[in-house]
């Protein structure tokens, strides 16, 4: 039997219940090719080791793998970051944190080298998408995975981009020190929540934290003060119903100006506070 053509190989992968980006995404991994390439030529065949090996993705796609994790790669914000099952896929909504952040970056009363720090770096998706639209900034990112790590790493070296990356729990890393501006992109989801079955093939202690969701969150919020600079912001993601526990935490935490971002859904999905002047 003969092997498809590119057309046949995505009809065959829709049939099955494949995504159509994703048919496409997994496809254009196969044949090293952008989807533009992909339609103008969907008449030309599959070598024998292409159509296989389209059909393993696609198979493993259809277990709920995520797509990133089969191609290697995610975009965000710009950049183009190795992934692996070693950390969390990035998520276009966490670009809201970002955008927020390089907002305050840019104010007009931000220090000229501003100390900024990411906790729970991950693929280091944030401290690198901050690095690469404000190159004056002295850039930290902390991770307790040493394989999540050692990807951030590769991830900006590959890019060019230096962080100064540390492994530790949260704050402990940087006991003593002060930024003036703080991210993090905890675990925020209630251990026993459904949607984890969804969520499988990614790293659980980068995605639950304790019975409410909000237990690394708490225990970020506790130092934060200690960290910030009179005038620091602490900016962090959570889950879409959190909003108003974040905010109570950043209140009890003595932080001002506390408020909340939407996602691009619509979703409150970041809060922030900053740290008093006085």
């Known amino acids: 039997m003969s092997a498809p053509s590119i057309a046949q190989a995505l009809n065959q992968a829709r049939t099955q ?10 496809l254009g991994h196969v044949l090293q090719r952008e989807r533009a390439w992909l339609i103008t030529h969907d008449d030309q065949a599959l070598t ?12 493993r ?24 099952p070693a950390v969390l896929v990035p998520r276009p ?27 729970g770096t991950g693929s280091g998706a944030i401290a690198l998408a901050v690095r690469q639209a404000c190159p ?10 040493p394989a999540a790590l050692a990807q951030a790493r590769a991830n900006g070296e590959r890019l060019g981009l230096p962080v100064n990356w540390l ?5 402990q890393p940087v006991a003593g020190q002060r930024f003036d501006l703080v991210l993090s992109n905890p675990p925020y989801i209630a251990e026993g929540d459904p949607h984890l079955d969804a969520l ?8 639950t934290s304790g019975p409410d969701g909000l237990d690394d969150l708490r225990r970020i919020v506790a130092q934060a003060t200690a960290h ?28 001002e100006g506390i408020t909340s971002r939407a996602d691009l859904s619509g979703q409150w999905r970041c809060t922030g506070g900053t740290q008093t002047k006085g």
């Open 17 to 26: 219940g494949l995504d159509r980006v994703d048919a496409f995404a997994l």
């Open 48 to 59: 024998p080791a292409a159509a296989t090996h389209f059909e393993q993705l696609c198979a």
């Open 61 to 84: 796609r259809l277990l709920g793998e995520p797509v990133a994790y089969l191609v290697g790669e995610r975009e965000f914000h710009g950049l183009r970051l190795a992934v692996s």
């Open 93 to 119: 909504d966490t670009e809201t944190l970002v955008d927020w952040a390089l907002e305050l970056l840019a104010a007009s009363d931000a220090p000229p080298s501003p100390r900024v720090l990411d906790l």
């Open 136 to 145: 004056h900034c002295h850039m930290m990112a902390v991770d307790l995975s």
């Open 167 to 171: 492994q530790g729990a949260w704050w």
């Open 200 to 207: 499988q093939h990614e790293p659980r202690m980068a995605l």
């Open 228 to 255: 910030l600079q009179p005038g620091g912001h602490l900016l962090l993601e959570h889950g879409w119903d959190q909003a108003p526990a974040v905010q109570k935490l950043l209140a009890e935490a003595g932080l």
